[in-house]
C-alpha cells in the first residue's frame, strides 16, 4: 500500500513537472513571430478589386498555435477560419464585403486568456487607435494598369541625353532668361553651369529616338521624360506653352531671324527664338516627331510618361509675356494690361500695378515662375484639364504623367484635392491605362476617390538607402556616422515609412537612388560634403566607392516598388546636388562594368515575379547588415546586404519566408566576389535545416538567393 502511495506521488510531481515545463514550451505560446499579412496577393485576392467583388483575406499565424481569430472592419467583425495549412503555418481567411467606398481593417488574435492584434505596424497590444495609417486597406476600383505594378522605370533628362538633331541646337544669345543669354555648351562632356539655367547641350526627341534599343537592352519598362513643352530655361520646369512640344527638342522647319543685340537687354525682342518657338510649322513638326516617338516606343514594348508643373508657368507664356514676345502674335498679356483675357490666370497683389504690373505671385519669389489661380479663373481650370487629357489621348497616347509641385497648385488644400480629383478623372476617361505619379506628394491620395497612382517614394526609400549605405544626405550637406551601417535606424525608418501608403500604393511607389535635385548616389559614397558652391565639380568624381554603389542598385532592383534609373548613374555619371547631377549621358565613356551589373539585376527582377508583387518582411538587421525576403506563392528570393568592412556570419529564419526544411537555397548574385555571380550561375547551395540558413557574408557584399 505504500508503495502504490509513493507511485501515485511520484506520478502527481511528473504530472506537475510536465505542465509547468509544457506551459513553458514554444510550441505552448503564441508564436508572435509567425503572425503575417500583408496587402499583396499572397494574402489578399483579387489585388485590385473593383467595388462589385468581395476581397479575401488571410493571415498566417503558426500551426495549430492560436484559438481564435478576428477580422476588424470599419467596427463590424467576422470571425475567420481556417482556410488552409502547410508545414509551419495556418491561413485564416477572411471575406471583406464589396463596397463602393474603401475599407480599413486589421486582425485580432486570442490564444487561452492571451489576446494581440495585428495592424501594419505588426503585433500591437491594445487594439488600434482611430489613426488609419496603421489599419490595411482597400481601395475599391483603383486601377492601376498592371505595368506600374513593380516596372522598371528610366528618368530621362531629355536636353543631357543625346543629340540626335543639330539643327534644333539653341544657339549662342538666342534669347535672355534670368539675366543671362541663352547658350550652346562648347563640348557634350563639359561640366554644367553651375549658375545658368539658360545653357543646352542639344539633347532632344530624335535623340531619344535613336537610342531606344540601348534602353529596350538595358531592360527598362517605362521611359519617364523630364519636361518637353515650350520653355526658355534648360530644366523647363517652368513652362511657356503647355500645348506644343519645345521645338528645341523637336523639329524647326522654319528658322530665321536675329539673336539678342548686346546693347539692350532690357526691352530687346528676341527674333529668332520666337520664330522657332511661335511658328505654326515647327510647333505642328514637334507634336508629330512626339507622336512618332511614342508609336515606336510601344513598339518595342516600353511605355512612357511625361512630366508636367501645373502649379506655375512661365513669364514667358503668352497668358502673362513679362518679356512681351506674343504682343504680335497672341494679343496682350496680363503682365501689361489690367483688362487681359488672362489677369484672372493669376494672383495679384497690386489690384492697381498696370502697366508692366510685377506685383503676380510668384516662386520662390523668381519672377519666371509665375503662380496659376485656380481659384480665380474656371477658364484656366478647364484648360489645365484639357492638358491632361491632350497628351494621354489620340493621336500623341502617352501612359501617363509625373506632375511636380503638385501640393502648391492653386491657394489652398481644397482647390488641390478639387483639381487633382478632375485631373485624374479627365487623364483615366481619356486613357484608362495611363497613371498619375506624384511628385513629393503623400501616398493617402492613392487610387480612385484620391489622386495618384504613384508618388515618388524619398522619405521611405531614397533617403534610408543612402543614410543607410553611405552616412549622407540626398544633397550631400549632411554626414551621419551615426546612421551609416546602422541597420535598426534603416529599418525602422522604412517601417514607419511604410505605413503611409494604403491599398497597393507600395507596390507601386517610384524608388529612385538618384533623382533630379540630388547629388548623384556614386557621389554620395564618397562620403565627401560638399555642393557646386564650396567644390570643384571634378571632385564630385574623387574618392567614390562601386562596391556600394552595387549595394543601392541591388536593393532598388529588390525592393518593392517600382526601380527608378535616373539617365547616367548605369554608366557611372557623378554630380553634387543641383545642376551638377544634370551631367550629360558619357556616351562611349561608359563604365560597361555598371551598365552589365544593371542588366544583370533587371533581368532578374523579370525572372522572379515576387520581387514585382510578392510580399516583403526583414529578416535580420544587425551588425551593419541587412536581410530580407520576397516571396510569391512558393517562389523566395532573398536579399543580404553588408555595410560594414568586416566579414559577417549571418543566421536566417527562412521559415519567415515559408521555406521549408531541406529545402535548398540556391544563390544567383554575389557582388563581393571579384567578378559577380551572374543570374545563370549556381555558385553555392544552402540547406535549410530547423527553418533556418547561415551565410558567410564578406565585408561591403550583396548576395541573392532563391529557392
Not at 187 to 199: A, V
Not at 396 to 414: C, F, Q, Y
Not at 592 to 600: F, G, R
Request: charged share 25%; aromatic share 12%.
Amino acid at each position: 500500500m505504500e508503495v502504490i502511495l509513493w507511485i501515485i506521488i511520484i506520478m502527481i510531481i511528473v504530472s506537475l513537472i510536465y505542465i509547468i515545463v509544457a506551459d513553458k514550451s514554444p510550441v505552448d505560446q503564441l508564436i508572435s513571430d509567425a503572425i503575417f499579412s500583408d496587402e499583396s496577393p499572397n494574402f489578399r485576392e483579387p489585388f485590385q478589386p473593383t467595388s462589385q467583388e468581395d476581397v479575401r483575406v488571410w493571415l498566417r499565424t503558426a500551426r495549430k498555435n492560436v484559438d481564435q481569430v478576428i477580422l476588424h472592419l470599419d467596427g463590424a467583425f467576422q470571425e475567420m477560419k481556417i482556410q488552409r495549412s502547410d508545414h509551419y503555418f495556418d491561413y485564416y481567411l477572411g471575406i471583406i464585403p464589396q463596397s463602393e467606398t474603401k475599407t480599413h481593417y486589421y486582425f485580432q488574435v486570442n490564444r487561452k486568456n492571451k489576446t494581440i492584434y495585428y495592424t501594419k505596424e505588426g503585433i500591437q497590444h491594445q487594439p488600434p487607435t482611430s489613426a488609419k495609417d496603421v489599419l490595411f486597406t482597400v481601395i475599391p476600383n483603383s486601377n492601376v494598369p498592371s505595368w506600374m505594378v513593380g516596372g522598371i522605370f528610366y528618368q530621362l533628362d531629355v536636353d543631357r541625353f543625346y543629340n540626335g538633331n543639330e539643327k534644333n541646337d539653341v544657339v549662342n544669345k538666342e534669347y535672355i532668361y534670368q539675366g543671362q543669354y541663352a547658350t550652346k555648351a562648347e563640348s557634350w562632356y563639359e561640366y554644367p553651369s553651375t549658375s545658368s539655367q539658360s545653357e543646352f547641350y542639344g539633347g532632344d526627341l530624335q535623340g531619344v529616338k535613336q537610342k531606344l534599343h540601348y534602353l529596350q537592352s538595358l531592360g527598362v519598362d517605362v521611359i519617364s521624360l523630364s519636361p518637353i513643352f515650350i520653355s526658355p530655361s534648360s530644366h523647363k520646369d517652368d513652362t511657356q506653352n503647355f500645348l506644343y512640344v519645345d521645338p528645341h527638342y523637336g523639329e524647326i522647319l522654319s528658322d530665321g531671324g536675329q539673336t539678342v543685340d548686346d546693347k539692350d537687354q532690357s526691352t530687346v525682342y528676341a527674333e529668332k527664338y520666337m520664330e522657332r518657338v511661335a511658328n505654326k510649322d515647327n510647333l505642328k513638326a514637334s507634336n508629330q516627331l512626339l507622336s512618332n516617338l511614342i508609336e515606336e516606343i510601344h513598339q518595342l514594348g516600353m511605355k512612357i510618361i511625361l512630366e508636367g508643373n501645373f502649379s506655375y508657368c512661365s513669364s514667358f507664356h503668352a497668358w502673362l509675356d513679362e518679356p512681351g514676345f506674343y504682343k504680335k502674335i497672341d494679343g496682350i498679356g496680363a503682365y501689361y494690361e489690367q483688362n487681359s483675357l488672362y489677369r484672372d490666370y493669376f494672383y495679384w497683389k497690386n489690384k492697381k500695378g498696370w502697366p508692366n504690373n510685377l506685383s503676380y505671385e510668384k516662386w520662390k519669389n523668381k519672377k519666371e515662375y509665375a503662380k496659376l489661380n485656380y481659384e480665380g479663373s474656371s477658364a484656366l481650370y478647364a484648360t489645365m484639364l484639357q492638358v491632361g487629357s491632350k497628351w494621354v489621348g489620340m493621336p500623341h497616347r502617352a501612359d501617363g504623367w509625373k506632375v511636380v509641385k503638385s501640393r502648391e497648385l492653386g491657394a489652398n488644400a481644397t482647390t488641390r484635392k478639387h483639381f487633382w480629383g478632375h485631373f485624374r478623372d479627365q487623364v483615366k476617361s481619356t486613357n484608362p491605362q495611363a497613371v498619375i505619379i506624384a511628385e513629393g506628394d503623400h501616398p493617402k491620395d492613392f487610387g480612385k476617390g484620391g489622386k495618384w497612382d504613384s508618388v515618388t517614394n524619398m522619405a521611405g526609400f531614397l533617403e534610408p538607402i543612402s543614410y543607410f549605405l553611405t552616412g549622407m544626405s540626398t544633397t550631400s550637406n549632411i554626414f551621419d556616422q551615426n546612421r551609416l551601417g546602422n541597420a535598426a535606424a534603416f529599418i525602422k525608418e522604412v517601417e514607419k515609412q511604410r505605413l503611409r501608403f494604403p491599398d497597393v500604393s507600395y507596390w507601386t511607389a517610384f524608388n529612385p537612388i538618384s533623382y533630379r535635385g540630388s547629388s548623384r548616389f556614386l557621389t554620395r559614397t564618397n562620403q565627401q560634403l560638399g555642393n557646386v558652391n564650396n567644390r570643384s565639380q571634378d571632385t564630385a568624381d574623387t574618392g567614390i566607392n562601386t562596391q556600394v554603389y552595387k549595394q543601392a542598385v541591388m536593393m532598388m532592383m529588390t525592393w518593392t516598388g517600382c526601380p527608378a534609373i535616373y539617365y547616367g548613374d548605369e554608366a557611372g555619371v557623378c554630380g553634387w546636388a543641383g545642376t551638377d547631377s544634370r551631367r550629360t549621358y558619357p556616351w562611349e565613356r561608359e563604365i560597361d562594368e555598371l551598365i552589365e551589373y544593371h542588366k544583370d539585376l533587371i533581368k532578374l527582377r523579370r525572372r522572379f515575379p515576387s520581387l514585382k508583387k510578392g510580399s516583403f518582411l526583414f529578416l535580420y538587421g544587425g551588425l551593419g547588415v541587412v536581410a530580407y525576403a520576397r516571396w510569391l506563392e512558393e517562389e523566395v528570393v532573398v536579399v543580404v546586404i553588408n555595410r560594414s568592412l568586416e566579414d559577417k556570419i549571418v543566421q536566417l529564419p527562412l521559415w519567415l519566408a515559408q521555406v521549408r526544411n531541406g529545402h535548398t537555397m540556391k544563390e544567383i548574385m554575389d557582388i563581393g566576389s571579384p567578378v559577380p555571380v551572374t543570374i545563370d550561375t549556381e555558385e553555392t547551395k544552402l540547406m535549410v535545416q530547423k527553418g533556418m540558413i547561415s551565410i558567410h557574408m564578406p565585408g561591403l557584399g550583396g548576395k541573392i538567393f532563391s529557392t
